[in-house]
């Protein structure tokens, strides 16, 4: 039976265990994704999701906490800086695992963790906004900014100008 036994263990003692995830956790804050096996990539969001919580909130004992964790200067500068200031407004769910298939030397899945904010091709339109007019049934069709014109609009202009210049 298992009951209680919520933690992943890897097949590694739990000094192997933090020692792992702590090195896993460093590469994913500083590269910003990493691939590694499926199962390492669950225990490693698990493992960093409360770590990167901590890193919005800048102090020294924050700092603190995070670095016995980690225990890598250049990591805490990386996730006290650039990363803290993306994930500001985001509430949680700061990775993204995406699986690979399997590997070819002992078939084991893969799996790309990654830090959200940082994919540039998922995050493309948050923080654009549409210019597009909205269509309706309407005659008058939707609600268009100064100086835009439709290219019907645009062509009965032309139309209306050659007949004019031809009279």
């Known amino acids: 039976?298992?009951?209680g036994d919520k933690i992943k263990n890897l097949s590694r003692t739990k000094a192997h265990r933090d020692a792992l995830l702590s090195n896993l956790a460093c590469q994913l804050i500083e590269?910003?994704?990493i691939v590694t096996t499926l199962a390492?990539?669950?225990?490693l969001r698990v493992y960093v999701?409360?770590?990167i919580t901590k890193g919005k909130e800048n102090t020294t004992h924050q700092r603190r906490v995070v670095f016995s964790y980690l225990k890598d200067k250049?990591?805490?500068k990386e996730l006290f800086?650039?990363?803290?200031?993306?994930?500001?407004?985001?509430?949680?769910?700061?990775?993204?695992?995406i699986k690979l298939g399997t590997r070819p030397g002992d078939n084991a899945e893969q799996g790309l963790i990654e830090l959200v904010d940082?994919?540039?091709?998922?995050?493309?339109?948050k923080g654009e906004t549409k210019t597009t007019a909205k269509k309706t049934r309407r005659a008058g069709g939707g609600k268009k900014?100064?100086?835009?014109?439709t290219g019907a609009e645009e062509k009965a202009e032309e139309t209306t100008t050659k007949e004019k210049s031809t009279e």
Do not use: C, D, Q, S
């Open 1 to 3: 039976m298992r009951h």
């Open 31 to 33: 590269h910003k994704r």
């Open 40 to 43: 390492k990539a669950k225990a």
């Open 49 to 51: 999701e409360p770590l």
């Open 74 to 76: 250049e990591a805490i």
């Open 81 to 97: 800086g650039p990363v803290a200031e993306k994930i500001a407004g985001r509430p949680g769910g700061y990775t993204r695992i």
């Open 118 to 125: 940082f994919n540039e091709i998922y995050g493309k339109g």
């Open 145 to 149: 900014k100064a100086g835009e014109a």
